[in-house]
């Protein structure tokens, strides 16, 4: 009971900085809003930013296994990360994003046997847009 407590805790205030971060992107305080992004991944998650503009996946594949995040974590990482998504405006760095976004559903799915229907749409669109 305890150890859920902290983790409904934990996903909570990430959901508040996500949100923050999102309020920061509509002011157009992009500097600010990629600085807190940087910091959250890194403090909350232990993920550089680095490797997810890597146009190699091996060394996120690595950290995705070694991370040992249970699946809310990862959920809410993948909220982040799909939060960074602008194919319009930043169609490289997203793609990029994108192709690691898609290993943590994938991940979510063969190795947490988790299925969410809102990863699911995620998922089909940013596959379209890969193939693309």
Not at 65 to 81: G, M, Q
Request: hydrophobic fraction near 40%; proline fraction near 1%; include cysteine.
């Amino acid at each position: 009971m305890y150890r859920k407590d902290l983790i409904t805790a934990e996903i909570e205030k990430l959901a508040q900085v996500l949100a923050k971060i999102i309020g920061l992107k509509t002011e157009l305080k992009l500097k600010e809003a990629e600085d807190l992004f940087n910091e959250t991944i890194i403090s909350s998650f232990g993920l550089d930013s680095s490797l997810l503009l890597e146009s190699d996946n091996e060394g996120f594949i690595n950290w995705l296994k070694k991370s040992n995040h249970n699946t809310e974590k990862l959920n809410a990482l993948t909220d982040f990360i799909y939060s960074e998504l602008d194919f319009e405006n930043n169609p490289i760095s997203s793609t990029l994003c994108a192709q690691k976004l898609n290993l943590i559903y994938q991940s979510l799915i063969d190795d947490h046997q988790i299925v969410h229907l809102i990863n699911l749409g995620r998922q089909k669109m940013i596959q379209q847009y890969l193939s693309n």
